[in-house]
């Protein structure tokens, strides 16, 4: 399967979500609010930042599982953050709405993120890939009817 979207027109993104925090240590943020695109661009700064520093924590997708003793949201899929870098996030499509979790350096005093979610057009090539072959197994069909046709007739 192959995703293709329009990622370089930034009239397909939103801003979500802009946040600052300051504190020792930063707490988890989890937005109070849940994502419906699965594709996100996330930006982490630290203007207290040491040019050495490159890592800026952690993301986390988590969706609802509704079982088990723990009713909460249970994490899917985590990645890194990185450092003053616009980040591009697909997450899995398994649920309608999700919500993030965000945890930032242990040693951080302050942090700003920025989340866009991307609303543009989305087209499947898989789906795309299909349709096609499907159309070839028809036409290969009724070349085949019209073959057995001609050689059935009198």
């Not at 036409?139 to 085949?144: A, D, G, L, P």
Request: glycine letters at 6%.
């Amino acid at each position: 399967m192959s995703l293709l979207v329009e990622l370089g027109n930034s009239g397909n993104w939103i801003l979500t979500d802009s946040q600052s925090f300051s504190g020792f240590p930063l707490p988890e943020y989890v937005p109070p609010f849940q994502f419906e695109k699965h594709i996100l661009a996330i930006y982490v700064d630290n203007f207290d930042a040491k040019d050495t520093w490159n890592f800026a924590g952690w993301v986390s997708q988590k969706i609802r599982l509704g079982i088990g003793p723990s009713q909460g949201a249970e994490s899917v899929s985590n990645k890194k953050l990185w450092l003053r870098r616009t980040q591009l996030f697909i997450f899995p499509k398994l649920t309608t709405t999700y919500t993030l979790a965000i945890n930032f350096p242990q040693w951080f005093k302050r942090a700003d993120c920025t989340i866009w979610e991307y609303w543009g057009p989305e087209a499947d090539t898989t789906t795309n890939a299909i349709g096609q072959v499907r159309s070839d197994v028809i036409r290969v069909e009724n070349k085949i009817n019209l073959l057995l046709d001609q050689h059935l007739s009198p």
